[in-house]
Nanobody
Framework: QVQLVESGGGLVQAGGSLRLSCAASGRTASSYGLGWFRRAPGKEHEFVAAINWSGGTTYYVDSAKGRFTISRDNAKNTVALQMNSLKPEDTAVYYC??????????????????WGQGTQVTVSS
């Protein structure tokens, strides 16, 4: 069992930055791949970024490349998403998720076993 708690959301102007954090608890949390998804009103969950258990491999949606950076600290069981140059279209609830299945794609929600409660990110124009 892995519990995930996000923090760091808020309201920011376009062009600004936010840093989301996710604290993972559970004996095997450091062995899970971790991802960030977001859900805008009226839309499906969208993959944003993910990182494998060691932190050596990262994945990003095209719209996040060059603006967002995902990182993890296994000693602290945390994963962070640094978001720069934010745009109004980044407005959504952001969710942290943990993937335990080896070989499952990082890009799909169905690959993830545990989810946080979400944190709201609002970017004003």
């Amino acid at each position: 069992q892995v519990q995930l708690v996000e923090s760091g959301g808020g309201l920011v102007q376009a062009g600004g930055s936010l840093r989301l954090s996710c604290a993972a608890s559970g004996r095997t949390a450091s062995s899970y791949g971790l991802g960030w998804f977001r859900r805008a009103p009226g839309k499906e969950h969208e993959f944003v970024a993910a990182i494998n258990w060691s932190g050596g491999t990262t994945y990003y949606v095209d719209s996040a490349k060059g603006r967002f950076t995902i990182s993890r600290d296994n000693a602290k069981n945390t994963v962070a998403l640094q978001m720069n140059s934010l745009k109004p279209e980044d407005t959504a609830v952001y969710y942290c998720a943990a993937k335990g299945r080896i070989g499952a794609t990082f890009y799909n929600t169905g690959s993830y076993d545990y989810w946080g409660q979400g944190t709201q990110v609002t970017v004003s124009s």
